[in-house]
């Protein structure tokens, strides 16, 4: 769920603007938690770290949404800013906030549309995700991209990260359900690959942070295919 603030005075805007967020959800299958507000008041005075996005007016009654914009910075450095306004002008000085664009009323969907995917590509390449791995001293959180590869040792499994080799207890079967299942391929019985950080593929190998892991006969193809759909959605 991405949560968005809308921050617009006009209310055939706001409803307009509510209704471009709406469609795009619709068309992409993303899902949006939606608050409005009517000035910039309303969401900088207080304000809390909780939106993914705000979309904001410049131009609003009490409090435009630059300065707006500045106090939220004082309080919230990840948050994505895109402007909305009716001149170009007025979003030059958008760099001071680190926003990430502006869009220009009257809002075609298009423009916005490609404004909207820009900032969710933004917020997914933020994303960290972890998993907890168990073993006889405790458990261990480990962020997933820093993952080489999982293998079978024994009745046991080690992970190779980027930070050393870890001992865990569970199945492989366990760990293929937690991991991410678009970034996760098993090239074999006993390997979990991470395609996030393989290097190459040489012969019937693949190239892992610098280690080389077989890939089964029957699996290389598969293999193939998952880490160039992978790339692409990368890309």
């Known amino acids: 769920m991405i949560r968005i603030a809308l921050v617009e005075d006009d209310a055939g805007y706001r409803r307009e603007l509510k209704s471009l967020l709406e469609r795009y959800g619709r068309e992409s299958g993303e899902k949006f938690d939606i608050r409005t507000f009517s000035d910039g008041d309303e969401i900088a005075v207080g304000y809390k770290a909780e939106y993914d996005i705000i979309l904001m007016?410049?131009?609003?009654?009490?409090?435009?949404?630059?300065?707006?914009?500045?106090?939220?910075?004082?309080?919230?450095?990840?948050?994505?800013?895109?402007?909305?306004?009716?001149?170009a002008q007025y979003a030059i000085s958008g760099y001071e906030v680190n926003a990430l664009d502006y869009i220009?009323?009257?809002?075609?969907?298009?423009?916005?549309?490609?404004?909207?995917?820009?900032?969710?590509g933004s917020l997914r390449r933020r994303e960290k995700r972890y998993i907890f791995i168990t073993n006889q001293h405790g458990v261990k959180k480990v962020e997933e991209s820093r993952i080489l590869y999982i293998e079978v040792e024994g009745h046991s499994l080690v992970y190779h990260?980027?930070?050393?080799?870890?001992?865990?207890?569970?199945?492989?079967?366990?760990?293929?359900?937690?991991v991410s299942q678009e970034s996760f391929f098993r090239c074999n019985k006993c390997f979990l690959v991470n395609l996030e950080n393989v290097d190459a593929v040489e012969g019937d190998d693949a190239v892992v942070g610098g280690e080389r892991v077989a890939l089964s006969r029957n699996k290389k193809k598969a293999f193939m295919e998952a880490l160039s759909l992978y790339v692409m959605g990368r890309s």
């Open 57 to 87: 007016d410049i131009q609003m009654r009490f409090m435009n949404g630059m300065d707006a914009a500045k106090e939220i910075r004082e309080k919230d450095g990840e948050v994505i800013i895109i402007f909305v306004t009716n001149t």
């Open 161 to 178: 990260t980027l930070d050393g080799d870890f001992g865990a207890t569970g199945t492989m079967k366990e760990v293929e359900e937690k």
């Open 104 to 120: 220009l009323k009257p809002v075609s969907y298009y423009a916005f549309s490609k404004t909207l995917e820009r900032a969710i």
